[in-house]
Structures are given as C-alpha cells and as structure tokens.
C-alpha cells in the first residue's frame, strides 16, 4: 500500500486546511488510518486517528481544532485543522496500521506515504 498525503500549504494563524490521504495499491479496509506531524528539529508526533469503526483519537494539542475522517472507500482520510496556529508548522504524513493497534506510537503504523508540509505564518 502506498499513501500519498497533500492539501499542504502556506496559511496565516486562524486559517483552516483540509487534507487527503490517497492511498494506492490496496483498499485500506479494516485499516486504522493516522496522522502525524513532524516539526523541524522535532519527534514525529501524533495528530489524530481513525479506528476501521470510527473511533477518533486526538492529541490534546489539537483536539477541537482539528476533525479526522474517512470514506472507507478510495481516500483512507481526510484531516481537517482549524484555527491553525504557527506551532502547527510540520510536515503532515498519514499512515495504516493494523485495526487493533495503539493510536500513538507512530512505530506500529505499518503503512506510510509522503508528507505534506503546513506552515502557519503569524
């Protein structure tokens, strides 16, 4: 399976962005799908995450601001980040992982595409 995010850009503070996970090869049923972000000089971290039965999970850090979704159909997941804040600057990766696995440590993701990078300017 290879996933492919985008929908990245160059927003000012408040601004929203949504986006998409396009994943190739394989349809990702059963799949859980995540999302991660990685600042410049900084872990990767967790964002959100989508269990194949519709449980989300958030980071704290952005919980209220950001929705995730799928269609369990072509696109895997979608994210959309509101209120965008500069500390949200990060390239945005989304990854498939087992249904059952732990939301949070990006290592149990088994599937991963390119990122997409977000800057947030004040």
């Known amino acids: 399976v290879q996933l492919q995010a985008s929908g990245g850009g160059l927003v000012q503070a408040g601004d929203s962005l949504r986006l998409s996970c396009a994943a190739s090869?394989?349809?990702?049923?059963?799949?859980?799908v995540g999302w991660f972000r990685q600042a410049p000089g900084k872990e990767r971290e967790f964002v959100a995450a989508?269990?194949?039965?519709?449980?989300?999970y958030y980071a704290d850090s952005v919980k209220g601001r950001f929705t995730i979704s799928r269609d369990n159909a072509e696109n895997p997941g979608f994210l959309q980040m509101n209120s965008l804040k500069p500390e949200d600057t990060a390239v945005y990766y989304c990854?498939?992982?087992?249904?059952?696995?732990?939301?949070?440590?990006?290592?149990?993701?088994?599937?991963w595409g390119r990122g997409t990078l977000v800057t947030v300017s004040s």
């Open positions: 990854a498939a992982g087992a249904a059952s696995l732990p939301i949070r440590p990006f290592a149990r993701y088994d599937h």
């Open positions: 989508v269990r194949w039965n519709g449980n989300k």
């Open positions: 090869g394989r349809r990702l049923i059963g799949y859980t």
